[in-house]
């Protein structure tokens, strides 16, 4: 508890602080204790690596429990937990806060939409995919348009509060773009005041007024709720296939499977845009390889603490044997990255765009008796290579910068470098 410091001479009030004090104390050192020992054992007990990389669990638990006693509030508790965790390496590990509530950051999804998507150029967040019949796009919100506050409150800011929830390094800029666009989709009617700057260096304020989104959204799963479900398919004039999806469900699968069945075998090449795209369901990554192999392949494998589970991708009907790109950025995540760097390694696709972050760990959260959260990694994946994921993700074969300019003039660069590829003759 930290020291309370009165001015010399209030006898009387340094009395009552002293009676106010012992009645504190051992309250405290009971739930300081208690945390402790629950964040300790949990991880003992779920970590995914049973040998702890080496670790002695049970003489780390003692080392820090020795220094507990020094720890005089919570905070302090919190972050001697944090200390003994980040020992086993494992980015998976985290303390959240009680003090930390997710949807004041990360709003949940309501049913309203501003027609828009962000990505990044360099460190600043951009627009693109602004949909000329969409909300954003009435309110004066263009392809290349960097975002710096929303409702008032700048972009560095929110950074800082992310990084205050005690998320890995790895996933801050992923978790960002998450926290910024989920403000333009709550509810239908909601009024969100953009401050932008313009590629030609103009400041200026909008103000959108979300509308409702009306295509399909995903069922409930689990914790997750309903999420806009977003597909795209279409051969293009210079007969390469494009396949775009936001989500890993398998909502999607029929019409994937129906594309593929309407693709020419002799187009010169199919684009697989995965930008955007968080996840979902892992077996669907193998179900989307079935789509591209002419044998059967593993895309890599989760390590469990009692047993492994593959993603296998078995060839299907209809599969196609020509060129294969896959756009990638700091917004594919998880099963996205499982699919990028498993058919990437396996020599069947390339690999455009932006490294991603590397978040691809099977975890759940356990509630602490003071009220805080304890994420703990429950397997480890690894790519057919044997290279571990976390942390790394997918390099793409070809880095390709992203410029507020060239998305202003409705370039993407990231797809114009895929489509070179496809139509060389190498």
């Not at 044998?295 to 060129?323: C, D, I, W, Y």
């Not at 397997?379 to 993700?393: I, M, N, R, W, Y």
């Amino acid at each position: 508890m930290r020291k309370f410091t009165q001015c010399l001479g209030l006898f009387f009030s340094s009395l009552l602080f002293a009676s106010w004090a012992g009645a504190v104390e051992p309250e405290f050192a009971r739930l300081r204790e208690e945390t402790f020992e629950a964040a300790w054992s949990q991880v003992g007990a779920s970590y995914y690596d049973g040998s702890f990389g080496g670790l002695d669990w049970d003489a780390v638990g003692e080392r820090y429990r020795a220094r507990l006693p020094q720890a005089e509030d919570m905070d302090e508790v919190r972050a001697l937990i944090s200390e003994m965790i980040y020992e086993l390496g494992d980015s998976h590990l985290a303390l959240v806060s009680s003090d930390y509530d997710p949807e004041e950051l990360i709003k949940p999804w309501s049913g309203g939409t501003a027609g828009v998507d962000a990505c990044y150029a360099g460190n600043r967040i951009v627009f693109y995919r602004v949909d000329p019949a969409g909300a954003a796009y009435r309110a004066g919100v263009r392809n290349g348009d960097v975002l710096l506050a929303v409702d008032g409150v700048k972009v560095k800011a929110f950074r800082a509060m992310l990084k205050r929830t005690g998320q890995p390094e790895h996933v801050l800029k992923y978790s960002l773009i998450t926290a910024l666009l989920s403000r333009l989709q709550t509810e239908a009617g909601d009024r969100v005041e953009l401050e932008l700057r313009s590629p030609g260096g103009r400041k200026r304020s909008v103000v959108v007024e979300l509308e409702r989104y009306r295509s399909r959204s995903t069922e409930p799963l689990g914790r997750l709720g309903r999420m806009p479900l977003a597909l795209e398919t279409a051969v293009r004039e210079d007969g390469v296939g494009y396949l775009r999806f936001n989500l890993w469900f398998p909502a999607v699968m029929p019409e994937i499977r129906e594309f593929f069945g309407e693709l020419p075998a002799e187009a010169p090449g199919l684009v697989i845009d995965l930008r955007g795209n968080p996840g979902g369901m892992m077996v669907m990554a193998g179900g989307l390889a079935g789509l591209l192999l002419q044998e059967q392949a593993t895309l890599g494998r989760t390590t469990l603490r009692s047993g492994h589970m593959n993603v296998v991708g078995f060839p299907q009907r209809n599969a196609f044997a020509g060129k294969v790109a896959v756009l990638v950025d700091e917004t594919s995540v998880s099963t996205s990255e499982v699919f990028a760097i498993g058919m990437q390694e396996l020599g069947r696709v390339r690999v455009f765009g932006q490294p991603t972050p590397g978040a691809a760990l099977p975890s759940v959260f356990f509630g602490l008796p003071n009220g805080d959260s304890l994420q703990i990694a429950l397997g480890d994946f690894k790519t057919p290579q044997g290279v571990s994921l976390e942390a790394k993700g997918v390099m793409p074969d070809e880095i390709v910068s992203i410029s507020p300019v060239d998305l202003s003039q409705g370039k993407d660069s990231v797809l114009s470098a895929a489509l070179s590829w496809i139509q060389s003759t190498h």
